[in-house]
């Protein structure tokens, strides 16, 4: 009977364990948004940069995929120079079970005056550890088509 009582605690110990940290990588991933979110409020270009491998995939909408960060800096540079606003909401996220890679999906909420640019669209980014937080290896984002309101 105490073999079967301490197996049980032991597994429930490890469950535990296993729950907690991977609600510890979850709170990185979010506290990854903040950073990146903080980053765009403050046109932090060099920030946003480094959140983003150097061989980085970045798939835009109707473009050529492209490798590096030079899409990256150009789109964030330009995003920062006309004043814009880029706010990424999470919406799902995903993690592998070896905590290799993460999957984030969400909302991007883009809009520059000076064009009269007022846009909602999807973010994918495909995630890896790197240090003590997480780097962007695929940035695929697309933006939605605006509705018709008038009928």
Do not use: C
Not at 16 to 31: I, N, T
Not at 117 to 144: A, C, N, Y
Request: hydrophobic letters at 45%; aromatic letters at 8%; glycine letters at 4%.
């Amino acid at each position: 009977m105490r073999i079967a009582a301490f197996g049980a605690a032991l597994t429930l110990t490890a469950s535990m364990a296993m729950a907690d940290a991977k609600q510890e990588v979850l709170d990185s991933l979010h506290a990854f948004n903040v950073r990146f979110n903080e980053y765009t409020v403050t046109k932090n270009v060099d920030g946003l940069v480094g959140l983003y491998s150097d061989d980085t995939l970045w798939i835009e909408q109707n473009k050529p995929l492209v490798q590096g960060q030079d899409a990256v800096r150009q789109t964030f540079a330009f995003l920062a120079s006309k004043d814009a606003v880029n706010d990424h909401s999470i919406d799902k996220l995903v993690v592998a079970d070896d905590g290799s890679l993460a999957v984030m999906v969400g909302t991007a909420i883009v809009k520059v005056e000076e064009f009269n640019l007022d846009t909602t669209g999807t973010f994918l980014f495909v995630l890896r550890p790197h240090e003590d937080s997480w780097q962007i290896v695929t940035d695929m984002w697309h933006q939605h088509q605006p509705h018709d309101t008038q009928q």
